[in-house]
């Protein structure tokens, strides 16, 4: 119930303070906006780049995933967490 009436009030004080300040927080969203976008499109680059760089590598021939090396891989882990297990 705390935690509600506390939020209530939150809310209230915050839409008082929109409305008193509201050119100071246009001003803070427009010098916001600009880093945000900058910084986001940069990473969707790089992850686009990445993505297409591993879409190259599959068309040539090379092989994305070896099942049989993976079967191994977690066969080894099982038996490495058992003997983990027997220590404890």
Same mark, same amino acid.
């Given at each position: 119930?705390?935690? #509600?009436? $506390? &939020?209530?009030? +939150?809310?209230? *004080? @915050?839409?008082?303070g /929109?409305?008193?300040?509201f050119?100071?927080?246009?001003a ?9 976008? #900058?910084? $986001? &499109?940069?990473? +969707?680059?790089? *992850? @686009?780049?990445?993505? /297409? ?10 092989d ?7 079967k191994?891989?977690i ?5 490495? *967490? @058992? ?6």
């Amino acid at each position: 119930m705390k935690t #509600l009436i $506390g &939020g209530a009030i +939150a809310v209230l *004080l @915050g839409v008082v303070g /929109l409305a008193v300040f509201f050119s100071e927080f246009v001003a803070l969203l427009a010098g916001c906006i600009p880093p945000v976008l #900058l910084l $986001g &499109g940069g990473l +969707a680059l790089y *992850l @686009g780049f990445d993505e /297409l760089k591993d879409s190259w590598k599959n068309e040539e021939g090379q092989d994305a995933v070896v099942v049989e090396d993976d079967k191994a891989k977690i066969a080894e882990l099982e038996k490495e *967490l @058992g003997d983990l297990k027997k220590e404890k």
